[in-house]
Every structure is written in C-alpha cells, then in structure tokens.
C-alpha cells in the first residue's frame, strides 16, 4: 500500500479504478457462446484434479438448470479443492471458451454464495495494485477509506466549470458506477466525474506552483556581483575564441540579473542541440566565481560531466580558476584531494555526477549549483542536491560576505537547470509554471543542418557501403552508429571485455550465446560487423558498462581522429561533442523515444561538413512508432520536436516524474484537458487572494508526502 502511495483515506478516495467489471446480472449457463465474458450462478455438482502429461488440472462443473460449464485451474492449491464441495452455491465470472468437454472457463473468478444472495448493484472496479496487493482486499480498504474521507467542497460553487459534479459525488460515481452508465465515456475520460477530477488535479497543480514560488521568494541568497572592472567574468568573455550570438548574450543578461538580487534564482534554460548552453553556464560560473563564491556544475552521465570538464578546464583553468573533478568512478586519494579542495573554498568550480551531492562532498561558499539535462535527474535526486545546498548557514555566509539577510536561516545558493529538450508551451504553464525559463532559439553560426533519411533494416548492406564511401572522402570523416543494445541478452550483467592494447579498440568481448529480446541487433554484434566490413579502418565500441577507463580511452581516440567508426548505445546522447563526425547510423530506431532519437541526431551536424543522420527500423512499425519516426524526418526543430513528443509520450519524461516512481499528474492530459487547464489557471490566483486557507486545504489534500517534489 505505502509503495503505492496509499497512506491516507483521502488517498485512498483518490485511487480510481482502471476498468470495471460487470457484477450486476447473472446469465444462463445454456445462453452462453464462445468468446462472451459473463457471470453465472449454479450448483457444483463434481470437482477433481486431472493429469495430463506436463501438469495437473483442477476441474470442476457448474450446473444452473439451463446447462452445465466446465471450470478450469492450471495452477492451483489444496484448499481451493475443498472449497469446491459438491453441492454448494456458487457465483462464477470469466471469459468462455470451448473446451475438450464443452464450454469452459479457465481460472474463473469464483465465490460461494448462499440460495438467493443479493446482485451487487453497481460495477466493480478493478484497481491499480501489485503482484502483494489483492482485488479483493483493495476494494475493502478503498470502501473503508470512502466512509472516512474528508471529501468536503472546498472550491466556490460558482468557480467550477459548468456541469461539472462535486467532489464527492465525483468520486462515488468513478468507484461505483451504475450499470447503465456510458461505458465509452468512463473509458476515455470524459465523463462529468472524471472531468471535475482532472479540474481539481490541474487546480492543485497550479496552486502548489504558486506556493513553492511564494515559499522560494522568501528564502536569502547571496547576490553575486562580479567585483572590479577586470573581473573574471569579462576576461573570459574577451577570451573566449567565438563570439556569443545574440540569443546567448540576451541569456547571459537575463542570469546575471537574477544572480545580482538576494533571493534564490530558479532558472530554467532550455535550448535546442547545439545552442551553446555550456558557454552560458561557463559564463554565470564566472561571475559567481567572480564575487568570492564557489559554482557546482552536475550532469547524468560521467561521459557528459567529462566533456563539460574538458571545456570548462579549456576556458577558465588558463584564467587562473581551479576546477575540481568528482564522479562515481574517481576513487581514493585523488576523490579525498578534490574533495578538501571543495570544502576549503579552493576548488571554485565543480563538476561531476551525482557524485557531487555525495554525503562527504561539503562546499565552503556554494553560490550557484547548475544542473544540466535536469529531467534526466530523478526527483529525489534533486531534492538531494537541494538538501546539500540548503545545508550552509547564513551566519557563515554572512561573515564570508558581510551580508545582512535579516534571519539565521539557510542561505540557498542560486539554481540555473538546463535542458536540451525544450519544454511546448502548455508544458511550460503546468510543471514549469514556478520557473522563470531562458530560451536559446539561436544556433552559433556555421553549423549545417543535417539530413535525415529514415530506412528498412533490409537496406543494411547499402548503409554500410555509405559508410564506407564516406569514409573514403577524407581523413578527416568520422561516424556514429548507434544501437539500442549491449549484449545478446539486455538482462545478463556485461562481463569485463578482454584487455586490448590502447591503440586498438577493435578486441571486445564476444556475445554469451543467447538471442536477444525482440531479436534486436546488438552494439557487439555489430561492431564486429562492422570491423569485418571495413577492414584498415579502427572501428570502436562503446557502451554504459565499460569501466570508466577503458570509456575514456576509446573517446579519446575518436575524439583525436584515430577512431574513424564509434559503435555506441546511448551514453552518447547529450554532450559528446566531435565536429569532424558527419554521419550517423541509428538501429532500431522505433525503440527510441522521439526527444532522444533528436539527441543523438545532435552528436552530428556539429562542424561545417554536410551531415546525414540514418533511421533503421525493423517492421512492423507500431501506429506511434510511425509517428516518431515521420515528426523527426520532417524537422529538425527542437521546439516543434518537444510538442509533437508531448502529443505522443505525454509529459512524464519531461519532468522526470517517472524515474521517482511518481506522475505529479495522474489523471488529466495536458493534450485533451487544454480547456480545464484554462479554467483553472484562471481561478488559482483568485482562490490564493479570497481562501488561501482552501487553497492550501486543496493542495494538501491531492499532494500529501509528494509536496516536498514541488522543491526539486
């Protein structure tokens, strides 16, 4: 139950069926035909246990006056035996099927019941459980819960949409629905009950927004203002060996400006791939680091902390900036060197993984964390990080600055969230509603567009003779392909490859000998492949259960060149950045989702040379697996991308509400409900004005525990 959600009546209340069985009438055994789903009554009149020759079977028969059926159990226990006494009333549900002795039902719903038992009267749910949690004893607790919920109107009467039920009523008719109800509207979520509990989930939404921005407004932060007129923040700039584009010097400005007030900025900056989002973030690094504070840097993946590494290290370490390196795999002196480094002020720039919110890792001035492709970041995580950035006390800040902030509470260091995924619009007015966002809508200049061709995996040969040719073109081509696989099997654990010498990336370990799930092509297979198919050309392989080591050492030759082929999964994905790469090969690209497939597009297209990216596909292609696939060939725009993504996948990934185990919106649907959400952005800010105390009655009640992700 708790692993659920369910600790609370009103939780409970809120826990609405997935579908509803009809319990209500009972039908003629002899009416029955194959196929029907039907409820029958009658006498058990024999029961026994039957052996084939791989198994036994419970059976047992059911006679009503109109005809006889078969009941049937492949997996069965002793005690269900005796329940099945002949001569005892019972009540049967399941789908009919024809059997060897007639008609039959295989492990049927069945319950004793006395002579003339009363018919329920309403449907009866079937709720969301687990393997450890019952129909039956849901149905109890949630009808045990129904009795004790406080489902009292909170709302003003004239404030909801028209025609819509009150809360309980809602809730009453979703559990128990008559017979006769309009089974398609319950079915697809517009019936008057399910509306009006999409409105108030929508309401909640809004309003917790507000009140995280509300509680974020009174929190102190240190203003970060670059000191002198040679600060670092301008001699970084006047180093740099491009010029900013517009989009990105507008950005700047807008951080800087926030970064400059005594409250906690909460920034989200989105910008399609490429757009220059890490000389952003360099930027503001500066001028916090510029005005005496120390600035954290952390990403997803060890291979994108380290490309941020490499730039960050490139631009600021010859201004003099020492910059710390912390991640999962750095291990034993070195980790302890860096990390006193942090807690002694003289790291001033950190970057690294998770690793960074580690219980060990203690900042001495933190003053702005940045978290780049947030949405990959559970919520927990980022409530972690929040935790650790919390930690520092205003007085300690107040005697490092000199700040008066007027209470000894904790001083929040300011937050910049990245993402490349840009958020649509309706997105933005839901989840993000709290942030103030920052768009690069600009790319720098001289990057190519790439073009994308989308083929059957039958034209395998012809893809591999492209390659070949592009190859042939110059010394200076590279190419990705990338696989959505490690293994022959995506369930083993990866053994360690064999040892190979650093210059050759072509020795890995061979498949274990099983097919894949699905009969996917996996990156083994075809690296080996391909190291047949081009031979004199270094082919390398790269995946997310290499050791650190050996991952940054076949990066290495392919970023210097040496490596011409990469066979890759998707640790690829964001901020690996080789310009001389012109060609990209995706397998399996249905198994993608749109948003990365536009990802790993990015990793091309990054230099002047004209580049293709290649979509191979296995059919048959489901109805959205078409619809990925055609959005991505028809544009490369990021923004049209991300609203065509929330059409298809719905805004879980955006949020990264999945990877807690938790959608922040179960029930409305930001594509359908764009009239609901409407009306209630309209009426959250006059609820907060005229009964702000229920609008936080209404907050708590659909939130609980879960308030706390409001903070991440």
């Known amino acids: 139950?708790?692993?659920?959600?369910?600790?609370?009546?009103?939780?409970?209340?809120?826990?609405?069926?997935?579908?509803?069985?009809?319990?209500?009438?009972?039908?003629?055994?002899?009416?029955?035909?194959?196929?029907?789903?039907?409820?029958?009554?009658?006498?058990?009149?024999?029961?026994?246990?039957?052996?084939?020759?791989?198994?036994?079977?419970?059976?047992?028969?059911?006679?009503?006056?109109?005809?006889?059926?078969?009941?049937?159990?492949?997996?069965?226990?002793?005690?269900?035996?005796?329940?099945?006494?002949?001569?005892?009333?019972?009540?049967?549900?399941?789908?009919?099927?024809?059997?060897?002795?007639?008609?039959?039902?295989?492990?049927?719903?069945?319950?004793?019941?006395?002579?003339?038992?009363?018919?329920?009267?309403?449907?009866?749910?079937?709720?969301?459980?687990?393997?450890?949690?019952?129909?039956?004893?849901?149905?109890?607790?949630?009808?045990?819960?129904?009795?004790?919920?406080?489902?009292?109107?909170?709302?003003?009467?004239?404030?909801?949409?028209?025609?819509?039920?009150?809360?309980?009523?809602?809730?009453?008719?979703?559990?128990?629905?008559?017979?006769?109800?309009?089974?398609?509207?319950?079915?697809?979520?517009?019936?008057?009950?399910?509306?009006?509990?999409?409105?108030?989930?929508?309401?909640?939404?809004?309003?917790?927004?507000?009140?995280?921005?509300?509680?974020?407004?009174?929190?102190?932060?240190?203003?970060?203002?670059?000191?002198?007129?040679?600060?670092?923040?301008?001699r970084l700039a006047a180093a740099l060996p491009f010029a900013l584009t517009a989009a990105q010097q507008r950005v700047v400005a807008e951080i800087e400006r926030d970064l400059a007030l005594a409250k906690p900025m909460h920034r989200l900056l989105q910008g399609d791939v490429g757009s220059g989002k890490t000389v952003v973030a360099a930027l503001a690094a500066a001028t916090t680091i510029s005005a005496g504070w120390q600035c954290a840097l952390m990403a997803p993946t060890?291979?994108?902390?380290?490309?941020?590494?490499?730039?960050?290290?490139?631009?600021?370490?010859?201004?003099?900036?020492?910059?710390?390196?912390?991640?999962?795999?750095?291990?034993?002196?070195?980790?302890?060197?860096?990390?006193?480094?942090?807690?002694?002020?003289?790291?001033?720039?950190?970057?690294?993984?998770?690793?960074?919110?580690?219980?060990?890792?203690?900042?001495?001035?933190?003053?702005?964390?940045?978290?780049?492709?947030?949405?990959?970041?559970?919520?927990?995580?980022?409530?972690?990080?929040?935790?650790?950035?919390?930690?520092?006390?205003?007085?300690?800040?107040?005697?490092?600055?000199?700040?008066?902030?007027?209470?000894?509470?904790?001083?929040?260091?300011?937050?910049?969230?990245?993402?490349?995924?840009?958020?649509?619009?309706?997105?933005?007015?839901?989840?993000?509603?709290?942030?103030?966002?920052?768009?690069l809508d600009e790319l720098p200049p001289g990057r190519t567009p790439v073009v994308t061709k989308v083929f059957a995996d039958d034209k395998r040969p012809q893809v591999i003779a492209r390659i070949r040719d592009e190859l042939a073109r110059g010394a200076g081509r590279q190419v990705y392909w990338v696989c959505p696989l490690i293994e022959e099997s995506d369930r083993v654990e990866g053994a360690a490859s064999p040892a190979h010498p650093a210059g050759d990336a072509r020795v890995m370990a061979p498949g274990n000998g099983r097919r894949p799930p699905l009969d996917l092509q996996n990156a083994t297979d075809t690296h080996a492949e391909l190291s047949a198919a081009l031979p004199g050309t270094m082919v390398g392989l790269l995946h997310g259960r290499m050791p650190a080591a050996e991952k940054a050492a076949v990066m290495s030759l392919f970023t210097q060149g040496q490596m011409r082929v990469l066979v890759a999964t998707t640790v690829i994905e964001v901020g690996v950045d080789v310009p001389a790469a012109s060609l990209m090969v995706i397998e399996h690209a249905e198994r993608f989702g749109l948003a990365q497939l536009h990802q790993l597009r990015g990793r091309v297209g990054r230099g002047t040379e004209a580049s293709v990216c290649v979509l191979l596909y296995t059919s048959p292609l489901s109805p959205t697996a078409k619809e990925r696939l055609r959005a991505l060939a028809e544009t490369t725009d990021g923004f049209e991308i991300a609203r065509r993504d929330l059409e298809i996948r719905g805004p879980g990934e955006f949020m990264g509400a999945r990877q807690s185990g938790d959608a922040l919106l179960r029930f409305a649907d930001l594509a359908t409900d764009a009239a609901l959400l409407a009306h209630a952005r309209e009426l959250a800010p006059r609820l907060l004005r005229e009964s702000p105390a229920a609008a936080a009655q209404h907050v708590a009640r659909w939130l609980g525990s879960r308030a706390d992700y409001l903070k991440a």
């Open 1 to 234: 139950m708790k692993k659920l959600g369910l600790v609370r009546d009103i939780d409970l209340a809120l826990h609405l069926p997935l579908r509803y069985e009809d319990e209500t009438r009972l039908t003629p055994i002899g009416t029955l035909t194959e196929g029907d789903t039907a409820q029958v009554e009658g006498e058990l009149r024999d029961s026994r246990v039957e052996h084939s020759r791989t198994r036994r079977h419970l059976v047992a028969r059911v006679r009503d006056g109109s005809g006889d059926l078969v009941l049937r159990w492949l997996n069965f226990y002793p005690s269900q035996l005796k329940q099945l006494s002949p001569g005892r009333r019972v009540r049967v549900r399941g789908e009919v099927r024809g059997g060897f002795l007639g008609l039959e039902i295989v492990h049927p719903v069945l319950k004793v019941v006395a002579p003339g038992a009363a018919l329920p009267t309403t449907l009866t749910p079937v709720y969301p459980a687990s393997a450890q949690l019952p129909q039956a004893y849901l149905r109890k607790a949630v009808e045990s819960a129904l009795r004790r919920a406080v489902l009292d109107e909170l709302l003003p009467t004239d404030a909801l949409p028209p025609g819509l039920p009150s809360l309980r009523q809602a809730v009453l008719a979703l559990h128990h629905p008559a017979p006769g109800v309009d089974m398609a509207s319950l079915e697809d979520r517009t019936h008057p009950a399910w509306q009006r509990l999409k409105f108030d989930e929508l309401l909640r939404q809004q309003l917790s927004q507000a009140f995280a921005q509300a509680e974020r407004a009174q929190l102190a932060a240190p203003p970060l203002q670059p000191r002198g007129a040679d600060h670092l923040r301008a």
């Open 302 to 439: 060890e291979i994108l902390a380290e490309q941020h590494f490499r730039k960050l290290i490139d631009w600021l370490e010859p201004l003099g900036v020492r910059v710390a390196w912390l991640t999962g795999s750095r291990k034993g002196r070195a980790r302890q060197a860096m990390v006193e480094a942090v807690g002694s002020g003289e790291a001033a720039l950190v970057v690294g993984t998770h690793a960074v919110i580690q219980d060990d890792v203690h900042f001495a001035r933190l003053g702005l964390a940045v978290v780049d492709e947030q949405h990959r970041f559970g919520v927990e995580q980022r409530l972690a990080l929040r935790a650790k950035l919390g930690a520092q006390r205003a007085e300690g800040a107040q005697a490092a600055q000199g700040l008066d902030v007027g209470r000894s509470a904790a001083l929040e260091p300011h937050l910049l969230m990245m993402s490349a995924t840009p958020i649509p619009r309706t997105l933005a007015m839901t989840y993000f509603a709290d942030l103030d966002i920052s768009t």
